[in-house]
């Protein structure tokens, strides 16, 4: 662990990045299970979206915490990190964002039951 200057320590989660297609963008995602591989049920899925002007970095503390009962999914939405960037002038809305969000899950077999 390296020492922040206020003393604290900081890990370093350098993790490798991954990217799929889902509709017509490519979406960078993080997937972190660190689950007992021996569980007899599959792990719930947590989803983090961040908001407007982060990327998924702004979830990485709370990885370690959650992933070891749950499986963490982080993304960057449209335009943020190493997802797709809409043409100029293109408007986001959320409906777009949260189906890009459901689209991501699907696509990676993650059911939703809540």
């Known amino acids: 662990m390296k020492r922040n200057d206020?003393?604290?320590q900081r890990g370093n989660m350098n993790v490798q990045l991954q990217k799929t297609r889902?509709?017509?963008i490519d979406v960078e995602y993080h997937l972190a299970d660190y689950t007992d591989?021996?569980?007899d049920d599959e792990p719930q899925t947590i989803?983090?979206?961040?908001?407007f002007c982060r990327n998924l970095e702004f979830w990485t503390g709370w990885v370690p915490t959650?992933?070891?009962h749950y499986r963490v999914l982080r993304f960057n939405s449209?335009?943020?990190?190493?997802?797709t960037t809409p043409r100029a002038g293109q408007s986001y809305t959320a409906d777009?964002?949260?189906?890009?969000?459901?689209?991501?899950?699907d696509?990676?077999?993650?059911?939703?039951?809540?």
């Open 6 to 8: 206020d003393n604290t």
């Open 22 to 24: 889902v509709g017509d």
């Open 37 to 39: 591989p021996w569980r």
């Open 47 to 51: 989803l983090f979206h961040h908001g």
């Open 66 to 68: 959650l992933a070891r």
């Open 78 to 83: 449209r335009g943020c990190g190493g997802t």
């Open 96 to 105: 777009q964002l949260v189906g890009d969000a459901i689209g991501l899950m």
């Open 107 to 114: 696509k990676l077999g993650i059911e939703r039951d809540r």
